[in-house]
């Protein structure tokens, strides 16, 4: 599936268009260059679960968790890679993120996955931008 | 009053030796040790390295510190978050251990509220300063806060998404310039043009005091995307036109808050604080104003256990010691106590 964006608004409606689908995955990881729309895109699902706080770029927090009221989820986990280098599963235990990917009621939208040693599974979604063209595309 | 101070939260180990009677703090001793270089070389901080090369330095670090003699510190002041959780925890565990076995009460810090103080440092700040507007810019927050008195913040605005210290670290990466971004984006801008490229001021006409990043960095992307191969001299326009457009919403948003909140004082707080646009255009812009502007010196604007020390000291008068220092723990999400403006 490949989707086409023009701006901001319309990533955070096609964010919310794919709420369920990214709930069925549990984990999203998002390829992308900097700036392609990653963070926009997970503040459109954030706000597509009801959460009414501001959901901000997670790469000097390195995780961050926000409650969600939904049948099938608890909590809107959002990650950030980009400040680490190779990510084992040690590393992956310390962050706590292991523990967060196994609790079925979370939805973990990481950003930078590329940072892992050994891929988590989930569903990929990859972002471009191009001029003014954000494209999301996923198997 | 003279308290001992540990700053573990990131990437540097620090501790320092504190005096004072919470209204002004004289530094007795400053060291740090920074992990900088050892990052470099992964590209990127590893928690777990960052927190494994806190052990080792740590005690040593502590026994170098020479202005104190057995039973004349009164307390022991550590940086609890928000930071790295394993990084954190080197920290906290050996400062509850000297605090339990010396017997006296251990203070919590917040690293931002560490940053704040970072300007009371060797200065004597009189109550007449207040109520102190405070811009918070380092690589996870921008913010601006309200200080009515010591310890007592109100939030008036943030920003929506990325960091302004973040924004400098991925102009720099996009560029190919060094880790940290905020030093080689300022030195490159140093030699460059400002107005040699039209980058967007995001917010800058909102009515609130919130900030946007994630546009700029955009920006910054599609336009050296247009470019084959940059010279240096690109490089630093590109530079001096993204700090120049930072810069410009940092400050413009901070005289709003001003004009509203009439502060005796404005002081700008966290690692972007050494930039010296930043520190020039602050200056700038209230030169004309009856209101002062305070910016750390430059020894304190990077990670240090000075500022947590004066931080711990204010707490300690303000009665926010553990008497156990068994309960406290690390935060990692930390957020400085306060509320919001409408709140």
């Known amino acids: 599936m490949k989707h086409e964006t023009q701006n901001i608004q319309e990533v955070h409606t096609l964010a919310a268009q794919l709420v369920e689908t990214l709930i069925d995955a549990r984990v999203v990881l998002l390829q992308g260059e900097l700036g392609a729309g990653k963070t926009t895109f997970t503040q459109g699902v954030a706000k597509a679960l009801g959460i009414n706080k501001l959901v901000r770029s997670p790469t000097y927090t390195l995780v961050n968790v926000y409650s969600v009221a939904h049948p099938r989820i608890d909590q809107l986990v959002h990650v950030d890679l980009y400040r680490l280098a190779l990510v084992n599963e040690q590393e992956l235990k310390q962050i706590g993120l292991d523990e967060l990917v196994r609790n079925a009621r979370s939805l973990v939208m990481i950003e930078w996955p590329e940072r892992l040693e050994k891929p988590v599974p989930g569903l990929t979604l990859h972002f471009a931008l191009k001029g003014d063209v954000y494209t999301v595309e996923y198997k | ?343």
């Open chain 2, 1 to 343: 009053m003279k308290i001992l101070a540990i700053e573990t939260s990131c990437d540097e180990t620090a501790v320092a030796l504190v005096e004072g009677d919470g209204s002004s703090f004289t530094v007795l001793e400053n060291l740090v040790s920074s992990q900088i270089s050892t990052h470099q070389q992964y590209g990127g901080v590893v928690p777990e390295v960052a927190a494994r090369m806190h052990v080792p330095v740590l005690p040593p670090m502590i026994a170098a510190l020479t202005g104190w003699k057995k039973g004349d510190i009164d307390a022991v002041a550590v940086t609890t978050g928000p930071g790295l959780s394993t990084a954190l925890r080197v920290g906290v565990e050996t400062a509850k251990a000297l605090a339990v076995s010396w017997g006296i009460p251990l203070v919590p810090v917040d690293h931002i509220e560490g940053h704040i103080y970072a300007n009371f440092l060797d200065r004597t700040v009189r109550a007449d300063a207040f109520p102190i507007l405070c811009l918070i810019v380092s690589g996870g927050h921008t913010e601006l806060v309200l200080m009515k008195d010591h310890g007592e913040y109100t939030f008036l605005g943030q920003t929506r998404d990325d960091a302004a210290g973040e924004a400098f670290d991925k102009t720099a990466a996009q560029l190919g310039l060094s880790y940290p971004g905020g030093p080689s984006v300022s030195l490159a801008a140093s030699k460059g043009n400002a107005e040699a490229y039209i980058l967007p001021r995001p917010m800058l006409w909102t009515e609130d005091y919130d900030f946007s990043f994630s546009g700029l960095k955009t920006a910054v992307r599609n336009l050296i995307a247009g470019f084959d191969s940059p010279s240096d001299q690109m490089i630093a326009d590109v530079c001096a036109s993204f700090q120049a457009a930072v810069v410009e919403v940092l400050v413009k948003k901070t005289h709003n808050a001003a004009m509203e909140c009439m502060p005796k004082t404005v002081m700008l707080c966290g690692g972007v604080s050494a930039n010296r646009a930043l520190r020039g255009a602050l200056q700038a812009v209230f030169a004309k104003t009856d209101i002062a502007v305070l910016v750390p010196e430059l020894t304190y604007t990077t990670d240090n256990a000075a500022m947590i020390g004066a931080a711990g000291l204010r707490g300690l008068v303000d009665g926010k010691a553990a008497q156990d220092p068994l309960v406290i723990d690390a935060d990692s999400a930390k957020t400085l106590g306060g509320h919001w403006k409408w709140e």
